[in-house]
């Protein structure tokens, strides 16, 4: 599928309490399904419909898009840093195929 | 100067918006309030009738987009974010675009602030609305009017 490839921004650590931003970016059309391809068929949506992040196996954020996203979705957020661990993110898209990322943070 | 993807999704979007705003039968003359609807009908359906607050939302996303194509917004919300009082949702809605609701942010007490951000897509110069739900079951919004100039149509070169 087109989601190869993902970026994510995560600090490597962080003091206990501290409130951290992660971003997050991921190449995808987003192809909204209301356009049409040089022979006039119409070209069918495919889009990211969900990503998932979580903090030591907790959901801590999620989005539900649709096609008013645009085009290689970015989405950024806060997470309030209590003890190290890893953070995963998932990317789910209309055809039920999937991509994730982890990373790890340090609390010092 | 060509942006050949850019300028042909838009113009469709603003097709598919014009299309929905003239099927819509309504009195004469009442064309801003028709194209309003589609956040109000959005709104009722996320609140299911709550009143909905003007205040602690805060919308930032600039009044002038060159390209409709991806304008970045972020959205933060004045609350504690603790367990009994936290933000649970964010909507951003559109007024002009095919689909009303654009993105919805799921949040949870473990992100210590409401603050998110994302790009979208714009169909035409229109209104973005910003709905909080908190965890009190109280609606709060704010609201921004985004003017799109499309200047790559215009470029005789």
Redesign the interface.
Known sequence: MSMTSARIVVPKTAKRGEVVEIKTLIKHPMETGYRRDHRGQPIPRHIIQRFVATYNGEEVFSADLTQGVAANPYLAFSLLVEESGEITFTWTDDLGSTHSEKAEITVT | MSRPEGE??TR??VA?GVAAITLVPLAPGSRAAVAGDQISTALEKITGGVPVTDGRVKLEISSLAENG????L?VSVDSP?TADDHVKAIH?L?EK???A?????????????????????MADTQRVLAVAEMSDGSFWSDEAHVIVTLSACIDGG
């Open positions: 042909g999704l469709r979007q598919a194509f991806s304008v970045p972020t974010m951003i559109s675009n095919p689909v609701e654009v993105v919805k942010f799921n949040l949870s007490p473990r992100m210590g602030r409401a603050k998110v951000s994302t790009s979208i897509r």
